[in-house]
């Protein structure tokens, strides 16, 4: 399988893999989630296949947490680099998109971003403030998460041990402990998913204040079976789709 390394502005090479079809002027560039990958969401290949059968380009393209480990370099340092879920920073989400959109921009006419699960609340913090209709023309948002939900079981103590980590300038050094249980990261990646850089959409309240200042048009898509939703798919995509003030919010 043909792989795309995608460099960013830091330096640091992303790996993407095409699914071209023939002559294709339109593509779909899918941002993946945390330890969303061909082997945990197999999905990725019928999607890929789908679209080249209607002539459309898809790009699955991972970013610094579709595996725990991944091993790449840096073009401006000629050094390898080790990221992954275990020492991803929020701070790098509109760059590493941003990379694969202007990839897209040299080689396609219409280019529609999409995201799956993080992958979809980091499209959302990107569009939040950048408004080019071209780049990308759509989105398309399937089962964003519930970041507020996924975390509801980090403790107190938890929470005081990653801040006391950062405090005392260890923030890049492994927690003692399974963030969420079931994360293995360093207190600097922890305190990023406590930070409500990508907590951006919810069930009921919630602060709502990225996805109100989209002004693309796409489409959301949630599983039914979404289990980051507090049991109603239904109402936490509809509690999304009342929030913003665009065009694909009214239909």
């Known amino acids: 399988m043909k792989r795309l390394d995608i460099p960013t502005e830091r ?7 095409p699914f071209p079809a023939e002559g294709a002027d339109t ?22 296949d789908t679209l080249n059968s209607g002539g459309i380009d898809f790009i699955y393209a991972q970013t610094n947490d579709a595996f725990g480990e991944i ?50 609340n980091k ?10 209709k071209k780049l990308p023309e759509h989105f ?9 939900y996924m ?9 005081d041990i990653i801040r006391k980590m950062i405090d ?15 994360v293995v990261c360093t207190a600097d990646t922890a305190n990023d ?10 069930v009921g309240d919630g602060d709502f204040s990225q996805v109100e200042q989209i002004t693309h048009t796409g489409a959301l898509v949630i599983g039914t079976y979404d289990n980051f939703t507090c049991g109603n798919p239904s109402e936490f995509l509809a509690d999304i789709i009342l929030q913003t003030v665009t065009d694909w919010g009214r239909h």
Do not use: C, Q
Request: hydrophobic fraction near 40%; charged fraction near 15%.
């Open 27 to 48: 593509v779909v560039i899918a941002i993946t989630g945390i330890h969303g990958n061909f082997y945990s969401n197999p999905f990725y290949y019928n999607i890929g």
């Open 71 to 120: 091993e790449t370099y840096n073009v401006k340092t000629g050094k390898e680099e080790i990221i992954g879920s275990w020492n991803e920073r929020f701070s790098y989400t509109d760059e590493d998109i941003a990379a694969y959109l202007n990839f897209a921009a040299k080689n396609y006419k219409r280019v529609i971003s999409a995201g799956h699960s993080l992958g979809a």
């Open 11 to 17: 330096g640091t090479v992303l790996t993407g893999v």
């Open 151 to 159: 975390m509801k079981d980090v403790t107190a103590r938890e929470k």
């Open 168 to 182: 005392y300038g260890k923030g890049a050094s492994m927690l003692p402990f399974y963030f969420m249980g079931w």
């Open 193 to 202: 998913w406590l930070s409500g850089t990508l907590n951006n959409v919810h």
């Open 140 to 148: 398309m948002l399937l089962s964003p998460a519930n970041l507020t």
């Open 123 to 132: 499209i959302i913090h990107y569009l939040s403030t950048h408004h080019d």
